[in-house]
């Protein structure tokens, strides 16, 4: 090795005189390229300046122009730019504009796949360099906006965005909110086209609060379907009638007192719960007495006691469930089988709504 015959500066840069000028020789003679490093020859980290990375496999020449070798910059600039005798690889246009010296991002090895560290940047200053030509800009469908980069991004990745809300006027949030720009509603959001604000904050979408007002009556169900909004819970009462029919829209509970639609429906004392009549928990009330329908006895049959309802004492004839099964009319009891006349008159025995048989 060369090395071993470099006792002192001296000796060695004789020696590399003495080289320099047989490779000018060689160069002269020889068109091909010249390898550094290549077998026998110098130990260029002598220099002080290590061939390393892509440097190794440069061509002498290509920094050594003109048979210069003494004082042969180092700077990486000095060489790597386009006013340099040396020809070598140079900024591209479209370069981050950079302060630093190359080394403290590139390496000999190669210029692509280096890391941008962004200690020092300036907060505001992002879109200098991120403008879609020195760095990444906004990508196609980017939310619509002129604020700074850093209004939503961090410098670590885009993922996940944020943005401070602070000057945002009150309504506008869809603007942003429409899936594309920000986040959106979600696939089975409440039905509604009402500004964002009425239900939710900037801070954080859930929870989320909702105001009836100026919900029109009897259309609960578009959004209380289970999906846009709660819905009816397992084993709710199987009808096809409006929540607001039985629910307020301050609380699910307690219902509110249910007016029937049906004329089947007798009215009677709240102490008569829904399922008493509905059974089967649904609309369908239970009819025990189905040939009595719609009448009290279809389902008080077993309730009529005979005896208690004499059409005439003396010799005893007594009234049939037929002949009673409202409840009402004739239950009067009669001086004799002619039925003609009235001996004692009943009237309001046993109201539906007077509690009791
Ligand atoms: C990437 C550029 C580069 C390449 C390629 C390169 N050198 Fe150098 N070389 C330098 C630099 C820079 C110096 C240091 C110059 C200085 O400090 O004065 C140097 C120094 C030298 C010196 C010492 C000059 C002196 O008087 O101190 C010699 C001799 C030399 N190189 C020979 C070679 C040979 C032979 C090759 C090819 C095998 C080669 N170099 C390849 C950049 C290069
Ligand atoms: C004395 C001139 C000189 C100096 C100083 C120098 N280079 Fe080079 N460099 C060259 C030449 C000549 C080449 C080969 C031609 C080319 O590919 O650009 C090269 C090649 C490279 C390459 C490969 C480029 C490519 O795309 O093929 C990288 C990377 C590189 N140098 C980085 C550096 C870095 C980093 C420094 C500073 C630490 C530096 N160079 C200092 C002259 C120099
Ligand atoms: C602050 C960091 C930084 C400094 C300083 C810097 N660069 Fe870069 N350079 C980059 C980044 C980042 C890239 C893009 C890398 C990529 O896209 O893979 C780049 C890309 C390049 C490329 C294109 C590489 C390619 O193949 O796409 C070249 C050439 C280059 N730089 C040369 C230089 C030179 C010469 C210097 C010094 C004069 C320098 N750079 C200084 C960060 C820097
Ligand atoms: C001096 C130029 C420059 C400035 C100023 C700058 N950046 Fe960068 N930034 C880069 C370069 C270069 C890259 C890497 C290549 C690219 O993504 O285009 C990068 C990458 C990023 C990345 C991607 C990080 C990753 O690893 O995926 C984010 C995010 C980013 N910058 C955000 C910001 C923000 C926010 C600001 C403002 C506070 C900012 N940058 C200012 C040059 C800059
Ligand atoms: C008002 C807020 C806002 C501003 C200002 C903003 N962005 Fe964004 N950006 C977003 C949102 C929101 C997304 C979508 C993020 C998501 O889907 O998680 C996004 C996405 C991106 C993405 C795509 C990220 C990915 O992985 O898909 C890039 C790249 C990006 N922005 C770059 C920029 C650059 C560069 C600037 C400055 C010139 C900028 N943005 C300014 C809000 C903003
Ligand atoms: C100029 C665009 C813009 C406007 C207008 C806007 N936002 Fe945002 N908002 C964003 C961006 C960007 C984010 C962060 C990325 C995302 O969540 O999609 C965000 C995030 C949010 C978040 C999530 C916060 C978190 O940390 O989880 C909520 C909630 C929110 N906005 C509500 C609103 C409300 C309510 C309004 C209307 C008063 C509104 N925004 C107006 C751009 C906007
Ligand atoms: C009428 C009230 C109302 C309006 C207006 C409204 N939301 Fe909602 N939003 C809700 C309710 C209620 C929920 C469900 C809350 C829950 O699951 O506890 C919800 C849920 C969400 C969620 C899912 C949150 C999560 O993490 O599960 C997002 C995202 C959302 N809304 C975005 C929006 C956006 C964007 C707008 C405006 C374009 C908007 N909402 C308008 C009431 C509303
Ligand atoms: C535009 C959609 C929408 C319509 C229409 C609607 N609601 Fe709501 N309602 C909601 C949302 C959203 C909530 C809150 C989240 C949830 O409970 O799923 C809510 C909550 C409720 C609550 C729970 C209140 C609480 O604080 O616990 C009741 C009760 C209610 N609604 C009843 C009704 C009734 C009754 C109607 C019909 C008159 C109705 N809603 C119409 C969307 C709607
Ligand atoms: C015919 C009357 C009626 C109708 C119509 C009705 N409900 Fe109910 N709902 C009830 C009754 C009765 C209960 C049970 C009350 C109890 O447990 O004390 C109930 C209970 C509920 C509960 C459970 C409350 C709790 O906290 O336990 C929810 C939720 C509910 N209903 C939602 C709905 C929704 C949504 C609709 C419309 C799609 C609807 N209901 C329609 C009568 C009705
Ligand atoms: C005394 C018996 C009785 C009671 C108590 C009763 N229902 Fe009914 N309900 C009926 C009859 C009878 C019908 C007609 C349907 C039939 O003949 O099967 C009916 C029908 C209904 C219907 C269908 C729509 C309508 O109004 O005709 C609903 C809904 C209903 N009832 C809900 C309730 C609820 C809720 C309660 C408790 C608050 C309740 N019912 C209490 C007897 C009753
Ligand atoms: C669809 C079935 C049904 C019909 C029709 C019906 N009821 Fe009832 N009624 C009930 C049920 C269920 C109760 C409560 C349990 C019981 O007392 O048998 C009840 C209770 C009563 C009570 C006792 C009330 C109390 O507070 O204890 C009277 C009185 C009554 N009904 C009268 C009538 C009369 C009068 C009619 C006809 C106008 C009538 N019912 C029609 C189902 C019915």
């Known amino acids: 090795m060369i090395r071993n015959f470099c006792r002192n500066e001296r000796s060695r840069a004789i020696l590399l005189a003495l080289l320099a000028s047989v490779m000018i020789a060689l160069f002269a003679l020889a068109a091909g390229p010249v390898r550094a490093q290549a077998p026998g020859s110098l130990d260029h980290l002598s220099t002080g300046f290590p061939l390393t990375g892509a440097h190794q496999v440069a061509r002498c020449e290509s920094c050594h122009t003109r048979g210069v070798f003494k004082g042969t910059p180092r700077a990486c600039a000095s060489c ?24 403290s991002c590139h390496t000999t090895a190669s210029f ?56 945002v006027v009150a309504g506008t949030c869809a603007t942003c909110h429409n899936g594309t720009s920000a986040r959106g509603k979600t696939a089975n959001h ?20 909702f105001s009836h007002t100026g919900v029109v009556a009897g259309t609960c169900a578009t959004c209380h379907n289970g999906t846009s909004a709660k819905g009816k819970p397992t084993g709710h009462f199987v009808t096809s009638r409006e929540c607001d029919a039985c629910h307020t829209t301050t609380a699910w509970l307690p219902v509110k007192p249910y007016t029937h639609l049906s004329p089947f429906y007798k009215p009677h004392n709240s102490s008569v719960t829904c399922a008493g009549c509905h059974k089967s928990n649904s609309e369908a009330a239970t009819w025990t007495f189905a040939a009595y329908k719609p009448d009290c006895a279809g389902c008080h049959a077993a309730r009529f006691v005979p005896g208690s309802h004499k059409k005439v004492d003396s010799p005893q004839i007594l009234y049939t469930v037929g002949e009673l099964k409202d409840c009402s009319g004739s239950c009067h009891t009669y001086t004799n089988s002619t039925f003609t006349t009235v001996l004692r008159a009943r009237s309001g025995q046993h109201r539906s709504t007077s509690g009791g048989f």
């Open 80 to 103: 790597h730019t386009s006013v340099s005798r040396v020809a070598a690889v140079i900024m591209p246009t479209n370069h981050v504009p950079v302060t630093q010296p190359c080394e």
């Open 112 to 167: 692509a796949g280096a890391r941008f560290s962004h200690v020092g940047i300036q907060p505001g200053t992002c879109a200098s360099c991120h403008n879609g030509r020195q760095a990444t800009g906004k990508p196609g469908g980017h939310i619509s906006t002129t604020a700074s980069c850093d209004a939503c991004h961090r410098t670590s990745s885009y993922r996940p965005a944020f943005f401070n809300h602070t000057a």
């Open 190 to 209: 409440v039905v509604t086209t009402a500004s964002c604000d009425t239900c939710h904050r900037t801070t954080a979408w859930l929870p989320a609060t």
